[in-house]
Nanobody, 117 residues
Framework: QVQLVESGGGLVQPGGSLRLSCAAS????????MNWYRQTPGKERELVAS???????NYADSVKDRFTISRDNRKNTVYLQMNSLKPEDTAVHYC???????????WGQGTQVTVSS
C-alpha cells in the first residue's frame, strides 16, 4: 500500500508563487508516473501536470510556462512549482501516482491552494 503525503498549499496573492510537494512511501516496486490534479467545487478533477520516471513532463495549457513539475526518484517525491499564480488557480490540488509493475493508482489527501488579494 502506497501512502502519499502532500504539503505546500496555502494562501497567496495573485502573481505570487507556491511549491507543492508529495512524498510517496510504502511501495515495494517503485513509482512510475507522478501527477498533479486539481479540483474546484462543482467541477471535474483536471490534470495539471505529469512527469514520467524518465522525467518527461506534460502540462495543461492553462498552466504552461507558469508551473514546473519535477521529481526526485531517490526520495519518491514530486514537486509542483507554481509561479505567476492567478485567482483561477484556486483549487484543491491532489497528488496521484502509478506504481511500477502493479499499475495501481494512489491519491493524496489534497492540499488547498487559494489565490486571492
Amino acid at each position: 500500500q502506497v501512502q502519499l503525503v502532500e504539503s505546500g498549499g496555502g494562501l497567496v496573492q495573485p502573481g505570487g508563487s507556491l511549491r507543492l510537494s508529495c512524498a510517496a512511501s510504502g511501495s515495494r516496486f517503485g513509482i512510475n508516473t507522478m501527477n498533479w490534479y486539481r479540483q474546484t467545487p462543482g467541477k471535474e478533477r483536471e490534470l495539471v501536470a505529469s512527469i514520467t520516471r524518465s522525467t518527461t513532463s506534460n502540462y495543461a495549457d492553462s498552466v504552461k510556462d507558469r508551473f514546473t513539475i519535477s521529481r526526485d526518484n531517490r526520495k519518491n517525491t514530486v514537486y509542483l512549482q507554481m509561479n505567476s499564480l492567478k485567482p483561477e488557480d484556486t483549487a484543491v490540488h491532489y497528488c496521484n501516482v502509478d506504481e511500477l509493475l502493479t499499475g495501481r493508482a494512489y491519491w493524496g489527501q489534497g492540499t488547498q491552494v487559494t489565490v486571492s488579494s
